[in-house]
């Protein structure tokens, strides 16, 4: 729901600012308010979680995102239709930690891998079938319709989480009123400078001051939590070398491939001159391909190790990441599309390895706390990936350019700078150890008795 509503929400932005009477640069306050409004909330998730239990939160947080989907399709002007994407965020926020905390509380660790592969298969079919909707549902229907979707799936949520949602509740102590006000607003300064990083609305200096602001509330964050025994955010945490890794290198790897989805459908529609639905067609063998993915993965992590499937995966990645700077007007349908399957199928395999490895080594005391560090991190290293495609687009793309050949060769050098830097990533996890993550990938480990 969660996803198929901002990949539809993306396509439909030229209908809803027309109908809206706002200019489409007017519409990037819909986009960031629900991610800043994400980025402020996320970090209590685990404490809320904790506090009222999973499944009281995790139908508060659908049930939540469904009203404000529904207020969405009701707005009549663009300072309504923030807010209520305001309220949309405050449930989306809870709905993705919350939702891996209990999974990683009712199973094992070593069923915890094929768990999480196999829940994470529908967030995959909203990109592939996101850009398609959106085009649909914007030519034939009313834009409306889009925040209509989550409606029914929403009260089909609300009753699967009575009928089969435990309810796990952990002691908590008081909320980090201080650390909540300091991290929430530094961490939102920061995303709305990702948000507006690259746009001529704002000037340099303003975004450095913002930038310097958002980065003195951060610092301020770390001081308290220094001094502080039981802060928001426990950042002891990453004194754990498999919950470091895979978090820092979660966010490394994003800087790189994060930018993909931005970068893609610029090359194919302007560089090539696709359609937006032939734009969405080339795209949609990455999910296809991640899907698949998810059924080999745990066999795969189990024989070669979460060390060496991250170092060569994140090589893999960005070894592909080079290959499509070579596609131009001349490059066969078929091979862009073996590219995309590719892409897709091991982008999967990195993911799915980063976001399970946060749990190989934290107790269930620290599961909520690290559930809510990695959720915030991943929602930080999305915006930063968006903003180093931005930068690098910004970079190599002259403002003026005459012609899709010229855009085409841009577009070519960013994503050569960006694949360079998701092979440097692999840096991050070389601290990983050959015996890290076996308990989760069912690895089986031959001691000296035998």
């Avoid at 399709?73 to 905390?101: D, K």
């Avoid at 034939?140 to 309810?167: E, S, T």
């Avoid at 991290?183 to 704002?202: D, K, Q, R």
Wanted: proline share 4%; glycine share 10%.
């Amino acid at each position: 729901m969660e996803s198929l509503d901002t990949t539809i929400l993306n396509t439909a932005v030229p209908a809803i600012s027309a109908a809206l009477h706002v200019g489409p640069l007017s519409m990037k306050a819909v986009l960031a308010s629900y991610t800043l409004s994400l980025a402020v909330f996320i970090p209590i998730s685990g404490w809320v979680a904790d506090r009222f239990g999973t499944r009281r939160v995790f139908a508060a947080a659908i049930g939540l995102f469904t009203l404000g989907s529904l207020l969405c399709g009701l707005s009549s002007n663009i300072h309504v239709l923030v807010a209520c994407r305001i309220l949309q965020g405050c449930g989306g926020s809870m709905m993705v930690p919350v939702g891996r905390l209990t999974l990683v509380r009712t199973f094992a660790k070593s069923d915890l891998l094929r768990t999480m592969s196999f829940v994470s298969i529908p967030a995959l079919v909203a990109p592939m079938l996101g850009p398609i909707a959106g085009g649909l549902i914007v030519g034939y229907l009313h834009w409306r319709v889009i925040f209509f979707l989550n409606i029914p799936i929403g009260l089909i949520g609300l009753v699967m989480v009575y009928l089969h949602l435990p309810d796990y509740r952990e002691e908590t102590h008081p909320l980090d009123i201080v650390g909540l006000i300091l991290f929430g607003s530094g961490i939102a300064l920061l995303s709305y400078v990702l948000e507006v990083f690259g746009e001529h609305t704002l000037s340099a200096r303003e975004i450095s001051g913002l930038l310097v602001v958002s980065l003195a509330l951060l610092a301020g964050y770390w001081l308290h939590a220094k001094a502080l025994a039981f802060p928001l955010l426990q950042l002891g945490l990453f004194k754990i070398r498999t919950f470091r890794a895979a978090v820092g290198g979660s966010f490394f790897t994003r800087l790189g491939i994060g930018g993909v989805p931005f970068l893609l459908p610029l090359l194919y529609q302007v560089g090539l001159g696709f359609s937006p639905v032939q734009s969405g067609l080339l795209i949609m063998p990455q999910a296809i391909a991640a899907m698949s993915m998810k059924v080999v993965m745990p066999r795969l992590l189990s024989a070669i190790g979460y060390r060496w499937v991250l170092i060569s995966n994140t090589v893999i990645l960005g070894l592909l990441l080079l290959l499509f700077a070579t596609i131009g007007l001349h490059t066969p349908v078929w091979m862009i599309v073996l590219q995309a399957f590719l892409y897709g199928a091991f982008t999967s395999l990195q993911y799915t390895s980063m976001n399970t490895l946060v749990y190989a080594d934290t107790t269930d005391q620290q599961n909520s706390a690290a559930s809510s560090i990695a959720s915030t991190m991943q929602q930080m290293s999305i915006s930063f990936g968006v903003a180093s495609a931005g930068l690098a687009t910004a970079f190599f793309v002259p403002s003026g350019h005459s012609g899709a050949t010229e855009m085409i060769h841009g577009i070519h050098k960013a994503l050569v700078a960006l694949g360079a830097l998701t092979i440097l990533s692999t840096i991050v996890f070389r601290s990983l150890r050959s015996g890290d993550g076996d308990d989760l990938s069912h690895k089986k480990v031959l001691h000296p008795d035998g």
